[in-house]
């Protein structure tokens, strides 16, 4: 592939690059509404369970900060779908794939801190006199990796330059 290929990128109009980002997006975004549905739901139970009345107060608050996070990141990962319903047959699908994918970014950054948030929970539960902090940054460290680091690294490695 020549290098004036490989800036061009494919052969579409704006909207069939809209179209293909969007089916992309969507598919992206199933993956995280998933988990994140499954760990904000198994968060409502908690405040039901017995033991939760005799934790301490502290943990009385990383718990409602943590389901106010899952709350936010259900918000920003489902707004997508939402902002699909309004804006359909608006001839207005480039601006609306940004606008999601800017939605989709903030609910994974969001997702990323209640998942940090359950885990000092569940860690302090579980390991009261443990080293939590020990234990979930390298987790989150993960996350970050996992979520961020490796994909800046492969857009940066396998984006061409406008210099090249």
Request: glycine letters at 8%; hydrophobic letters at 50%.
């Amino acid at each position: 592939m020549s290098q004036e290929a490989r800036r061009r990128g494919r052969d579409e109009s704006e909207e069939e690059r809209a179209d293909r980002m969007w089916g992309e997006l969507i598919q992206e975004v199933r993956v995280a509404q998933t988990g994140v549905q499954i760990l904000f739901g198994f968060l409502l139970t908690v405040v039901f369970q017995a033991t939760y009345a005799r934790l301490p107060s502290a943990d009385h608050v990383i718990y409602i900060v943590t389901v106010i996070l899952g709350a936010c990141a259900t918000g920003a990962l489902i707004g997508p779908v939402s902002l699909h319903r309004m804006v359909a047959g608006r001839r207005v699908k480039p601006q609306a794939v940004r606008l999601a994918a800017r939605m989709t970014f903030i609910g994974l950054a969001l997702l990323l801190a209640t998942m940090a948030s359950s885990l000092v929970l569940i860690l302090r539960v579980a390991a009261p006199e443990g080293p939590v902090a020990w234990l979930v940054v390298p987790v989150v460290v993960w996350y970050l990796l996992c979520w961020y680091g490796m994909p800046l690294w492969a857009r940066h490695r396998h984006t061409g330059r406008p210099d090249d």
